[in-house]
């Protein structure tokens, strides 16, 4: 697909596009788990994780040979609001430390044998500030919806997905409070470490930038240009595109769901071939996760972003791959079964 000026009435394509699992699949791994030496429902949800891969990468025998981490970077108009403790150059430090070997991500990959992609979504140009006008227009969403489609493009078995940008828990919070009501300090949290003094003017953003955009947010793809940024427009198309190319995907913390709600609020099976890594300590991620009937795998009191949750998920979702296509069957370890 073209990664410039692709419509939003394209999008609402692919969407309508999605096919659901593969249940032939789902039943041979099932098939297979009753027969492995081990009590019945003894490993638990990594039975279940592995029936799901089986039945997202439509293949009874499925595989994690090629996990993937992909990092999307923005910059945010926002910011000058005063919603972060740090400055804006942070975001571009960030990918040179990415660069360098030397974020958490990094390691959390290198240890796991993961893949990682990071991606600069026009650092130098930042959306505009969402408290006075549309972050994005709407050719400028699409073809970066597109752009994040690429994200698949290298093969990968297992899309893990991660953000990086300063002022992206603000955007986040605004996503959540146009898709789900309540009051705006509901669903906005600290973020990087923001005082009380900034805490309020985080709140106050939030219920600004609602507010003015409130009589175009009926469409979650409104939603998307007007209140967020193009690390969550990215995001939206890779979770789309790994959909169509039968790749499970691990989402990351707060601002990455952001992308995934979205999705979610076009159509409510949008989400299935998605795991949710962890549950993030930042904002109201348990809340959002409720509403996407999304268990997470992991509850670390994490809040970093950069896909490190996902990352780790990632390493149990390998291992429930693998107990289920590696361990031998009671006839083949000669072990006795039920009586």
């Known amino acids: 697909m073209s990664a410039t000026g692709l419509p939003f009435d394209d999008i609402r394509a692919l969407v309508g596009m999605m096919r659901g699992p593969d249940e032939a699949a789902i039943a041979a791994v099932r098939a297979r788990d009753a027969q492995l030496t081990k009590p019945a429902g003894s490993l638990g949800r990594l039975e279940d994780i592995a029936a799901f891969i089986a039945g997202w990468q439509r293949n009874a025998t499925p595989a994690i040979t090629r996990p993937l981490v992909a990092v999307f970077a923005a910059n945010h108009g926002v910011v000058k609001q005063g919603v972060s403790p740090f400055p804006q150059e942070v975001t571009r430090q960030m990918m040179e430390n990415f660069a360098a070997g030397g974020a958490a991500i990094n390691q959390i990959c290198a240890t796991f044998d993961i893949g990682l992609k990071v991606f600069d979504l026009a650092l130098d140009h930042p959306t505009r500030d969402i408290t006075e006008e549309a972050a994005l227009d709407e050719k400028a969403a699409a073809a970066t919806i597109a752009f994040g489609m690429e994200a698949t493009a290298g093969g990968s078995d297992l899309l893990c997905l991660g953000e990086m ?15 789900y009501g309540g009051k705006a300090a509901d669903w906005v949290g600290r973020g990087t470490g923001i005082d009380d ?39 939206a198309g890779a979770i789309l595109a790994a959909r169509l190319q039968n790749v499970p995907v691990i989402l990351d913390g707060y601002v990455v769901t952001a992308a995934a709600a979205i999705l979610h609020a076009m159509d409510a099976s949008a989400l299935g071939h998605c795991l949710a890594g962890h549950v993030s300590a930042e904002g109201a991620h348990r809340a959002v996760l409720d509403h996407l009937n999304l268990k997470p795998i992991l509850d670390l009191g994490m809040r970093l972003g950069e896909g490190s949750g996902a990352a780790l998920a990632a390493a149990i979702v390998r291992a429930a791959v693998a107990c289920n296509t590696g361990m031998a069957t009671f006839d083949q370890a000669k072990v006795s079964g039920k009586g």
């Open 165 to 179: 940008g300063i002022g992206n828990t603000t955007v986040a919070a605004a996503i959540y409070h146009a898709l």
């Open 197 to 235: 003094a900034g805490m309020a003017r985080k709140v106050a953003a939030v219920e600004k930038a609602v507010a003015l955009h409130g009589s175009h947010l009926s469409d979650p793809l409104e939603i998307l240009r007007r209140l967020g940024g193009r690390e969550i427009a990215a995001i």
